[in-house]
């Protein structure tokens, strides 16, 4: 089991990325944008600078939904593999055949 305060701080990151994914793509639009001018571009970047970096949808972690933990998860599923073994013997993961030979 992940630390509460880290799920917490993950869980954050999403809700910021969520609230700001449409100002970041404009700015971001603007920036690219080589029909603008040098200065436009330049303007847009700064306040692209100002938007808080925990919005930034790559900043967020996948963490299993049952345990938090951050590392070997399915990103199908949002389970971590030692779940994803447990529910699917227990044959609560719909579609999920175990191969056994």
């Not at 949808?57 to 345990?67: A, M, P, S, V």
């Not at 073994?85 to 227990?90: D, F, S, T």
């Amino acid at each position: 089991m992940s630390k509460i305060s880290s799920v917490e701080r993950n869980n954050k990151r999403a809700k910021l990325a969520k609230q700001y994914a449409g100002k970041r793509a404009r700015l971001k639009a603007q920036v690219m944008d080589r029909d603008s001018s040098p200065e436009e571009r330049f303007q847009a970047a700064l306040k692209l600078a100002e938007v808080p970096r925990n919005s930034a949808k790559n900043r967020t972690r996948l963490l299993c939904e049952i345990t938090g933990r951050p590392r070997g998860n399915y990103r199908k599923f949002k389970i971590c593999r030692n779940k994803l073994r447990e529910l699917g013997n227990l044959g609560q993961i719909p579609g999920l055949v175990k191969s056994s030979w």
